[in-house]
């Protein structure tokens, strides 16, 4: 899972980043910051395979990781209106989501490129920003069907009439307002919009960036900011970017010492990770050995075989069964033959549909 960090200049982004991936990139108040991205690659806590590991003690142990991007100096282009250019569209087309950070701290040592800090207006303005770029994306694909149209063969014909009414029904929408990612489309639209890489159909996670001294407040102003911003397929989560980086430095037992005198919950990469796999609608499963735990990301909906696929093609093309245990089932029990004799591994077929908290093990044939 791949993840853009967006927002206007100075919103906190690189804080965030750093607070996500434990890092130590720079962050300024003032002047440009470099034109590269930072990447960072996370693991996925999960107590799950946490338990499940310390059952095996596996020689290898292999959470789910996902990967952020923090879009760095390109974010200018967002604020002045000047359309998001190809590098900056390239890194965010490639994004499966995008966290927008909106500023809500008030902190005067940090100029705001507008002067004023206004969350709502930071919202709309990048969201006309996504908005515009996929409109243009839009309109060049419309531009290219009218060309291919005059020389099409009728045949090829009528598929490209029906993605030209498509198409233009979707930019009709984005014009009215309506992020792509809140229509309502069929498997085979679905699939074609993929392609286009359109940014406001992607799962969105705003994260207002809340002031030090907000903290107290800061349930409160997430509930408020919610009521105000949630939409469908996206979320709002409140954080004090700030805070969380310097917790995120340091030793996990001094922060979480340090959290707890706070009275604050669970570790900010802990919720936006959580957040986003549901955003997207990802779920895992795990397989576990004396080799190796290990958690594998799927879409709901996964049917074994294809869910076989992410641990290796192979499995995929001599699938014959899968022995599915649930992790807690498999816990209680200590050991896969103990869950074996007391009937709680199934035995499921091509059809199955792989749960979250799955534990496989797939039967193959060799080709
Ligand atoms: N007080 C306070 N300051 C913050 C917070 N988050 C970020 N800042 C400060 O705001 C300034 C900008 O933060 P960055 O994380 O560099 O912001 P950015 O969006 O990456 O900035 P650019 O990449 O230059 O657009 C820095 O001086 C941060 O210390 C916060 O929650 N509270
Ligand atoms: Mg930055």
Redesign the pocket.
Known sequence: MDSAII????????????ALTRGHA????F???GLEPNIGVVKVPDARLDQLAALDKPQKFTPAEVRYT?I??A??GLSKGEGIGGPLLNVLGRADALIH?V?A???P??PHVYGSVDPARDINTVNLELAYSDAAIIERRLERIAVSLKAARPAEREAAAQEQEWLQELKAQLEEGVPLRELKLAEAQQTALASYALLTAKPLLLLI????EQLSEAPALEAHYRQEFLRPKAEVLAL????E?ELAQMEPAEAAELREGLGLQEPATDRVVRVSYDLLGYISFFTTGPDETRAWTIGRHTPAPLAARKIHTDLEKGFIRAEVVGWQDLLACGAWAEARKRGLLRTEGKTYVVQDGDVLHILFSRP
Do not use: H, Q, Y
């Open positions: 927002g206007l200049e100075k919103s906190g982004k690189t804080t965030v980043f750093n720079e962050t300024t108040a002047g440009r910051t923090d760095g100096g974010a200018t950070v500023r701290f008030p902190d040592s940090v960036n809340i002031g030090e004090c970017g700030k805070l980086m």
